[in-house]
């Protein structure tokens, strides 16, 4: 695992130049800018390097050499989860700093907001990876892309639907358990390990059978 | 583990494994330990799918393989050395990064060994894998074949694509490779004279059917060219030709010198001309 996780932190540093110098600049709008937007994009954008990584392996035909090693394809799948979960923590705790830091310099500080700030920018981090790396996997890059795109279009339509054919009820039992912060943030985090654990062994299960 | 197991770094039966339009077709081959093999084929023979199989990047429909005595499994891997015709290696790596991801996937990485073959090969230590030539690409992918105590390797089409001082300098290690009696290669290749320098058995795949698996020396020995007529060939026994060619004043045939008379003059073959005969006749 150790000789995977060295291979995916080697191949994002190395193709990613630009994305990792933009980080502090982000970082730095986030810290004197009362817009917070920049920010929350570093763990999109950092734990979104994983999925350019599967494209690169795909390129470079990778995933054929590493099945030719010793090891099992549920280690190849777990490394990408790995690697994800690292960045879109390392994300999360940029969040989390700037917003502390934020919050000092405007006399604002409140640990439940920058905890939930932390939270929310380590969920939506992941949003996308947990999404498309089984379709990747199952698909290809480019294939994976397309019914990504599909899958999120269809979600995009039918879910603000639901909610908005019943939008006073929903707010109210959002705003309930929201009020109760300590179970929305336990109930918070269960359901990012639900997600992350759904797409690692669907991704395992898909990358066992494939053909390579 | 049985005795025989232990004699075959290689046994595959019947395998066969059927895609749209190409089947590779109830495949039977062994390599003894300690024999180099090479697999000869025309582009889409089936070579490719056989190695596949073996090394278990594709699902085969029906057969057994055995390697080193053993079904196929990540941790029979740290004993087989694999060189893909595209070699695999991340593109932005360099050879220190390589280096680092190969020490800690193998348990039983030389370290030592890879340094030998980097210097050996003159292998730039800076330079990204893709900035590398074909022939450099190749290299590095031996190297790290050949830097974990590999029992096996199993190469296809190593030197497709190669100048011939390159291929000759893959030539040179195979061979080097296999002065310790215990280590055994399988090779692909469409270039035959690459794979008659090197090997010791000879495997004929043609659209998907194994057409003879021999020993190179005995193919060399027991197939020869003859000149006749179309007429002295009809009246050999047809087992004996292998292939013909039909010029104007004569026709060239590869047969089985002990299935035709003494009388006829003989010359000796290579195994690119046995091979371009053989599947010639086939289609």
Known sequence: ??????????????????????????????????????????????????????????????????????????????????????????????????????????????????????????????????????????????????????????????????????????????????????????????????????SWLSSIRIYERKEL | MNRSDLMNALEIKDLTKEYKGFKLDNLSLTLPTGCIMGLIGENGAGKSTTINSILGLKKYDHGTIKVLGQDMSAELKKDIGVVLDEVGIPQALNIKNVRSVMKNIYSNWDDKAFGYYVKKFSLPDNKKFSDFSKGMKMKLAIAIALSHNAKLLILDEPTSGLDPLVRDEIIDILNDFTRDEGHSILISSHIVSDLEKLCDYIAFLHKGKLMLCEEKDVLLERYRFINATEEQLSELDPDAIKGKKIGKFSTEAIVDQELIPASFRTAPITIEDLFVFMAKEEN
Request: aromatic share 12%.
């Open chain 1, 1 to 198: 695992m150790k000789g995977l996780l060295l291979k995916e932190i080697f191949v994002m540093f190395k193709n990613n130049k630009l994305s990792i110098i933009i980080i502090p600049i982000f970082t730095l709008f986030g810290i004197f800018n009362k817009q917070f937007m920049f920010v929350m994009l570093i763990p999109v954008l950092l734990s979104m390097l994983t999925l350019g990584n599967m494209t690169y392996d795909e390129l470079s035909r990778w995933n054929s050499f590493a099945q030719c090693m010793p090891l099992e394809r549920k280690s190849i799948v777990s490394s990408k989860y790995i690697t994800m979960v690292l960045m879109a923590l390392i994300g999360s705790v940029v969040v989390s700093a700037v917003h502390f830091i934020q919050s000092m310099i405007y006399n604002t500080v409140d640990a439940r907001s920058t905890l939930l700030m932390a939270l929310a920018s380590f969920a939506l981090a992941l949003v996308v990876p947990c999404l498309s790396i089984p379709l990747n996997f199952k698909f290809g890059t480019t294939n994976g892309r397309i019914f990504y795109l599909i899958i999120t279009g269809v979600i995009c339509g039918v879910v603000p639907a639901m909610v908005m054919s019943d939008s006073k009820k929903f707010t109210a039992k959002a705003m309930k358990l929201f009020s109760n912060f300590p179970v929305f943030i336990v109930l918070s985090i269960v359901v990012i390990v639900s997600v992350i654990v759904i």
